[in-house]
C-alpha cells in the first residue's frame, strides 16, 4: 500500500486520535507515570505526540492520562497538538473508554494508540488512516512474529504443558495506533460494558472486540520502532533508535527517523497600565527597569513600572501560566514594593521552570513622561539582564491625546516569544 503524505480537510476533521497514557509503568519500575518516564530528555507523552503531530491525520487528539498526573496534564497542556486530556481508569480498556467518551459527535474515525509506543513512525498512523479512508472497518499494525510461539495449557498444580504450535508465518504481533469505523467501535465498548470480570480482562486490545463481533479486522504493516516499552531494556533499545542528542545549545527537541516537528514558538501579549500618582504624594518614577529622577512616579502596588510589568504577562501569557495577579497579586505581601526588574526575573524564571526557554520580549509604551529616547539602550540591557533574554522597549506619545497625552499615566504593550525544551 501507498503511503498517503496527507489527508484533506474533511478527513482530518474526521478523524480523531485517542492516545491511551494512564498506565502507570510498574514492569518499568521508575516510579512514576510510563508516560512521563524521559527518553532522550523528552517524555513518552511528548514522543507520542510530537509523531501523532507529524502524521497530520487527525485533527481531534485526546490523551487519557492519570488521575491528579498534574505534570503530564502541564505536558499536554504545553505541546503544540493542544491535545483534550481526559482522566483515565484502573485498565487500559477504562481508559480508551474514558477517551471515547470525550470523543466529538460526529467523529468517523478513531485510533487507539498506546503511549507506551511512544516512537510509532508517523508512516504507520497515515497507513492506518488510509486503509480506514478505503473503507476498512477495524485495522491494526502487525509485524512478523520471529519466534515460535507454543499454546500451553495451565492446570493448577502442573507444569504448563504444550497443546500445539500455530503454524508461525500465520502469525502477527499487534501494534498500535489500531484504527477503528468510530461509531462500530462505541457499539462494540457499549456492548462489552455488561460482560463480567473474567471476560473483560481477557480483551487485551480493541481489535479484539471487533473480531469477538465478528467484525473483519485488518492489517497493515507495523514497524520495529513502534515497539511497546515495557521494561528498562526496551527503553535502552528505543533510545538506540534515537538520533544522538543535539547539541545541547539547540532549541529543538531530539526525534526519530531523522524528521523533527516543526518548532513551534508560543507568543504572548501583556498590557499594563499606571496612572501617575498624586503630586501631593511623591514617589520615584521608575520605568523600564531604570529610576527617572526629574519625574513624578507612577501609583501601584509595586514600583509602578508599567513597562516591567507588561513584559511580565506578556511571557506568562506566552507560556500559558496565568498573569501577572496570578503570580504576584496582593496576596503576595512580599511583591509589595518589588521593583519591575525583581518581578521580571522572577517571571522568567517561572517561565523557564515551566518548560519554556525565551525568544524574546518587546514592549512599547505610551506617555508623555519620562523622555526615554537617551535612555533606551540602558533600559533595554537592564531588562534583558533580568529576563536573561533579548528585551527590547521602545516609547511613543499620544499626540496629547488621552491620560496619556494629558500626563495622567502610562500605557506599556508587550509581546513575548517562548519556545518549549521539554
Ligand atoms: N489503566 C491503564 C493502563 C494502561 N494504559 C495505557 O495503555 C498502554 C499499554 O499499557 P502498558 O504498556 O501495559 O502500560 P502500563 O500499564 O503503564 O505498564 P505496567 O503494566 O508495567 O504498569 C500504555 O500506553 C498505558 O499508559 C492506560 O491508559 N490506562
Ligand atoms: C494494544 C496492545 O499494545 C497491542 O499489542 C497490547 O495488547 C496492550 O497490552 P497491555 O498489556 O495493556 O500493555
Known amino acids: 500500500m501507498n503511503v498517503p503524505t496527507s489527508f484533506s480537510e474533511q478527513e482530518i476533521h474526521q478523524t480523531a486520535v485517542i492516545v491511551v497514557a494512564a498506565g502507570s509503568g510498574t514492569r518499568l519500575g521508575y516510579g512514576i507515570p510510563k508516560a512521563l518516564v524521559p527518553l532522550a530528555g523528552r517524555s513518552l507523552l511528548e514522543h507520542a505526540l510530537d509523531r501523532i503531530q507529524l502524521a497530520g491525520c487527525a485533527a481531534q487528539v485526546i490523551a487519557v492520562l492519570p488521575e491528579d498526573e498534574a505534570e503530564l496534564a502541564a505536558i499536554a497542556a504545553n505541546h503544540p497538538l493542544r491535545p483534550h486530556w481526559v482522566s483515565g481508569g484502573a485498565t487500559r480498556n477504562d481508559s480508551v473508554r474514558a477517551g471515547l467518551a470525550a470523543l466529538e459527535p460526529g467523529t468517523e474515525r478513531v485510533l487507539i494508540h498506546d503511549a507506551a509506543r511512544a516512537l510509532t513512525p508517523p508512516e504507520v498512523f497515515r497507513q492506518v488512516v488510509s486503509s480506514l479512508l478505503a473503507g476498512a472497518q477495524a485495522v491494526i499494525p502487525v509485524v512478523p512474529v520471529v519466534d515460535t510461539i507454543k499454546q500451553v495449557a495451565t492446570d493448577p498444580g502442573r507444569q504448563p504443558h504444550v497443546t500445539g504450535t500455530p503454524a508461525r508465518d500465520l502469525l502477527r504481533a499487534v501494534q498500535t495506533p489500531q484504527g477503528f469505523h468510530a461509531p462500530t467501535l462505541l457499539a462494540a465498548h457499549q456492548q462489552a460494558t455488561d460482560w463480567d470480570r473474567a471476560k473483560a480482562e481477557a480483551i487485551t486490545d480493541d481489535a479484539m472486540l471487533m473480531e469477538i463481533l465478528g467484525e473483519r479486522v485488518d492489517t497493515v504493516p507495523g514497524a520495529a520502532a513502534a515497539l511497546k516499552i515495557t521494561t528498562k531494556p526496551d527503553l535502552v533499545l528505543a533510545e538506540s533508535m534515537l538520533p544522538a542528542h543535539p547539541p545541547k545549545e539547540s532549541p529543538m527537541p531530539p526525534h526519530s527517523g531523522g524528521q523533527q516537528p516543526p518548532l513551534i514558538p ?76 525583581t518581578l521580571l526575573a522572577e517571571a522568567a524564571r517561572l517561565v523557564r521552570a515551566a518548560g519554556f526557554e525565551i525568544g524574546n520580549v518587546a514592549v512599547q509604551f505610551v506617555g508623555r513622561r519620562p523622555k526615554f529616547a537617551a535612555r533606551r539602550t540602558e533600559a533595554d540591557a537592564v531588562l534583558s539582564k533580568a529576563a536573561g533574554a533579548p528585551v527590547s ?30
Request: glycine letters at 16%; charged letters at 15%; a negative charge.
Open 266 to 341: 508560543r507568543t504572548g501579549i501583556g498590557i499594563d497600565v499606571h496612572a501617575v500618582a498624586d503630586p501631593a504624594e511623591p514617589r520615584a518614577m521608575w520605568l523600564a527597569g531604570l529610576h527617572f529622577p526629574e519625574d513624578q512616579g507612577l501609583s501601584g502596588h509595586s514600583d509602578g513600572d508599567a513597562v516591567a510589568h507588561a513584559a511580565c504577562d506578556a511571557l506568562f501569557s506566552a507560556a500559558g501560566i496565568g498573569d501577572l495577579g496570578t503570580h504576584f497579586g496582593t496576596d503576595r505581601p512580599e511583591y509589595a514594593g518589588a521593583s519591575g526588574t
Open 393 to 422: 522597549v521602545t516609547a511613543t506619545t499620544s499626540d496629547g491625546l488621552g491620560y496619556e497625552g494629558a500626563g495622567a499615566g502610562v500605557t506599556a504593550y508587550a509581546t513575548a516569544l517562548v519556545y518549549s525544551v521539554r
